[in-house]
């Protein structure tokens, strides 16, 4: 098996990282025009929303039908909660749980029932994303002294490292035919968005400049993103998973960041302070029909459409 070595070299890349900077640059001439993108904090009524979105409110993991309604809070921990993470089958949620800062991997049932621990150590496990079939997890660890991407079984146990680059590797993220795995690496200008095979032999750069808070990889082939583009500016963009030109959806002021698709491929969700608080928003998957689904005091945020 051939791991991913240390500094990827860049002739593998072609460029990308020049590529990546200019198409996803201020004058986001690839993305919707700006009189086709909403407004800072404008929100719309007109998207049609289905299913469930399991979402993060003040440190406990809640559900909600897609389109806001039927909010339920399934964790009640003292503990902080984050990034839930669907099973294929939608029948169980993977998140994070944090003991006075060292985080942790459970699972629980879609109801909130069955509360698990799948990993036990002093290192900083996180960022849990279900293979497609099921029956593994990958996710991010300093486990061996510097944070790379890992895989364990879903019930926990058989973990296997899959990089080996010596540079923070965070933010992993399943293709949807399970044959590859996307994640976010230290690159020259700031994280950078690779792809590898699921089996952590040497894959291609993506992206360059990203924000290692979530990726979200849609089954019409490309991978949802933040971009920051002046602190603290970051906007949602997405590109081909095989490489290309990075199309920026969001442009405002906002902090917008992990974005999640919707299992057809046509909307995302995602997380936005641009009416002055962290809440749940949904868009079509070119930036329009902006759509707020959360609306209170509390910090909504880390949505996960259920598959």
């Known amino acids: 098996m051939r791991t991913l070595g240390a500094a990827p070299a860049r002739h593998l890349y072609g460029g990308m990282l ?3 900077m200019l198409a996803c640059n201020g004058s986001d001439s690839t993305g919707p025009t700006a009189a086709g993108r909403p407004s800072p904090g404008a929100v719309s009524n007109s998207l049609s929303l289905t299913g469930r979105i399991a979402f993060v409110r003040n ?3 809640y559900v909600m039908n897609a389109n806001g309604t039927n909010i339920l ?11 839930p993470a669907w099973a294929p089958d939608g029948s169980k949620i993977a998140f994070v749980r944090s003991f006075s800062g060292n985080r ?23 960022a849990p994303a279900w293979s497609p079939g099921g029956s593994k997890i990958a996710f991010h660890s300093n486990r061996s002294g510097n944070y790379e991407i ?4 879903s019930s926990g146990g058989g973990v296997l490292q899959l990089t080996h680059i010596r540079r923070v590797s965070r933010t992993p ?8 795995i996307a994640f976010t690496t230290t690159g020259a ?3 950078d968005l690779d792809v590898m095979n699921a089996d952590g032999s040497l894959g291609h750069r993506v992206a360059a400049v990203v924000i290692p808070l979530s990726l979200s990889w849609g089954h019409t082939g490309k991978i949802a993103f933040a971009r920051r583009f002046s602190d603290p500016h970051y906007e949602i963009c997405v590109v081909p998973a095989s490489g290309g030109a990075v199309t920026r959806l969001t442009n405002n002021a906002a902090t917008d960041s992990y974005p999640s698709w919707s299992p057809d491929g046509s909307k995302i969700a995602f997380q936005s302070d641009r009416a002055g608080n962290f809440e749940v928003y949904a868009m079509t998957a070119t930036g329009t029909g902006v759509t707020r689904l959360t609306n209170n005091a509390a910090v909504d945020g880390q949505p996960a459409w259920q598959p």
């Open 59 to 61: 440190g406990q993991v």
């Open 173 to 180: 993220a399943w293709s949807p035919d399970g044959t590859k």
């Open 73 to 83: 809070q399934l964790t009640h921990s003292t503990a902080v909660n984050e990034t």
């Open 150 to 153: 890992y895989v364990m079984n």
């Open 18 to 20: 020049l590529l990546a």
């Open 189 to 191: 200008f700031g994280f």
């Open 104 to 126: 942790e991997i459970f699972v629980m049932r879609a109801d909130g029932t069955g509360v698990t621990r799948l990993t036990s150590n002093p290192a900083d496990d996180a």
